[in-house]
């Protein structure tokens, strides 16, 4: 086993054997129906794409609206006081943050997401709402490259200062052992 | 502050792990002293980061259970169960309800040694010896319970997704009921002989003081935000397994300080003995595995499933493409979203506190990093 060049040209896309791929159905239970409903109240027209599965709701919004998005979610109805968790997913194409917000009160839960470009991911920081954001997005600044103009300090939370490349992302080699 | 000096003075930077005995790992800290105040706390992570996000990109489904054994290496079968449950929601089975059973016993099992670590642990901390032997004692019967179940101490590798690995042996029963006697046992002698110790109260109680309102917003989960009176436990919140069909209460903390948080633990150990008589009484025959193929293949799809963990809530959000490997795991470590809170707790402490309250968040630096 060689280890990969980081500087080869990407192999090309290998031939899929496996059966077709299926797309799972997207059905909301009662619950979540009422969720959906108090979310589609929350953000009215700036909802793209929304959907959702069991209880958990989950909505697609513009990137520059997200901040807007989230804070009336946390002061309205749906008073939503905890980001439960917040994730980047790395799609080539685009890379999409994923926001689960959680309320304590109202035993509720939603999804947000927001699609960022692939080359130079940006979108604003959450940590003013939720003093959880801080590290989350500390470690999406690490492992996928996305900024997060507001957030006070972005020093690497999770790899070492001067680290270069972003790991998380799929185009960032996965070494095999090399013999030594 | 009363008495704040009424002259010029430089804060003091003050460097804590990573190789500290009472950081419970690699974790390292940056203290700013004022006198023996404490200003400000930095924490710094990530000496333990394995990628094991990335990795289990390249891994298919039955090798990712692998991996989060070792995500939170003091409770192996919580997270196994967390990512088990992830997995069967987006493939849409469901478990038996034997194999239902067998998890939630040895979750349960699993808390309770967790926790068992954590009161011993947390008395080395505030400079009692004793305990950690009475804990450890316990802690070894149940992984000796473990380890003739699941055929390992630690990395189990126990739960399939739509099931367990293997049926519970014959005495599995009866050797839990006679554990459970003496785990009981054991937790209430550590817990006289810790809980109301009049040097521990001085060390733990009004020490690390955080609200309910700001340890929602820092993303706190388990007893680090039960002990400020937020009852948030997903047991009960997002029932899940067989835990509706059990009989337990959440025990609640009012003071959000340190005693608050261990105390809860300990009533929780009490709690979790309890569930696992119940689960016994109820203990049914069955299969073990969900009928169906058994590799993994789920459509394509997001799901987020979640569970509560010792520490607290651990999240999986599972993204696929519709091939036999997960696109994208992302994990919430509850041990991380708790350390989130360790600056507000410390900010005014004595540094000696900041051990105490360090101790009192219970993480687990596998977890933390990942």
């Known amino acids: 086993m060689t280890a990969q060049d980081p500087q080869a040209a990407p192999a090309e896309k290998p031939v899929r054997h496996g059966p077709p791929i299926v797309i799972a159905e997207e059905v909301l239970n009662e619950r979540g129906e009422e969720t959906a409903a108090q979310l589609a109240r929350t953000l009215g027209p700036l909802a793209l794409e929304s959907a959702g599965r069991e209880d958990n709701p989950w909505a697609r919004v513009d990137a520059k609206e997200l901040h807007a998005v989230a804070k009336e979610c946390r002061d309205g109805e749906m008073g939503m006081d905890m980001l439960n968790l917040m994730l980047a997913v790395d799609w080539i194409d685009r890379i999409q943050m994923i926001y689960v917000l959680y309320s304590t009160t109202n035993n509720r839960k939603v999804i947000l997401k927001a699609d960022l470009p692939a080359d130079a991911p940006a979108i604003d920081s959450l940590s003013d709402l939720w003093e959880a954001a801080t590290w989350y997005e500390r470690e999406a600044h690490d492992l996928f490259g996305v900024d997060f103009p507001g957030n006070r300090d972005m020093s690497p939370l999770l790899l070492y200062e001067g680290f270069e490349g972003h790991p998380g992302l799929k185009s960032y080699p996965l070494n095999d052992y090399e013999e030594w | ?370």
Not at chain 2, 146 to 173: C, L, Q, W
Not at chain 2, 302 to 311: D, G, L, Q, T
Not at chain 2, 338 to 361: C, E, F, H, K, P
Request: hydrophobic share 40%; with cysteine.
């Open chain 2, 1 to 370: 502050m009363t008495n704040e000096p009424q002259f010029d003075h430089v804060d003091m930077m003050l460097n804590m792990g990573p190789q500290h005995p009472a950081t419970h790992g690699v974790f390292r800290m940056v203290l700013t002293v004022d006198g023996e105040r404490v200003v400000d706390v930095t924490p710094h992570i990530g000496y333990l980061h394995r990628g094991t996000e990335r990795l289990a990109e390249v891994e298919t489904y039955g090798q990712v259970i692998t991996l989060f054994d070792r995500v939170d290496y003091i409770s192996n079968l919580n997270n196994e169960l967390a990512f088990v449950r992830a997995g069967e929601k987006i493939m849409e089975v469901e478990a038996p309800e034997r194999a239902q059973y067998i998890r939630v016993i040895l979750a349960e099992l699993n808390r309770v040694a967790s926790h068992l670590l954590f009161i011993g642990t947390y008395a080395i901390d505030l400079g009692g010896m004793t305990p950690v032997m009475y804990c450890f004692r316990e802690r070894e019967r149940i992984e000796n319970l473990f380890e003739h179940v699941t055929g390992a101490r630690m990395m189990h590798n126990y739960m399939r997704i739509g099931g367990v690995k293997s049926d519970v042996p014959d005495d599995f029963v009866p050797w839990v009921r006679r554990l459970i006697g003496e785990v009981r046992m054991g937790v209430e002698e550590s817990d006289k002989l810790l809980s109301t110790n009049e040097v521990f109260l001085a060390r733990t109680q009004g020490v690390g003081v955080i609200d309910g309102p700001t340890a929602v917003s820092c993303g706190l989960s388990g007893p680090s935000l039960r002990g400020s009176g937020v009852a948030y436990d997903v047991r009960k919140d997002d029932p899940y397994e067989i835990y509706p069909y059990l009989n337990y209460k959440i025990p609640l903390g009012e003071n959000g300080d340190c005693w608050d948080r261990y105390y809860l633990r300990v009533l929780e150990c009490y709690e979790s003995l309890n569930m696992i008589e119940q689960c016994l009484d109820q203990f049914p025959a069955g299969p073990i595995m969900a009928a169906g193929r058994r590799i993994a293949r789920p459509p394509a799809g997001e799901v987020f499933a979640h569970s509560e963990n010792p520490r607290g809530d651990l999240g999986v959000y599972l993204v696929s493409d519709g091939s036999d490997k997960p696109y994208r795991v992302k994990i919430r470590p509850p041990s991380f979203c708790n350390l989130v809170g360790l600056a507000t707790m410390t900010r005014g402490a004595y540094i000696a506190d900041a051990v105490a309250i360090l101790g009192s968040l219970d993480i687990v630096l596998g977890e933390v990093d990942r």
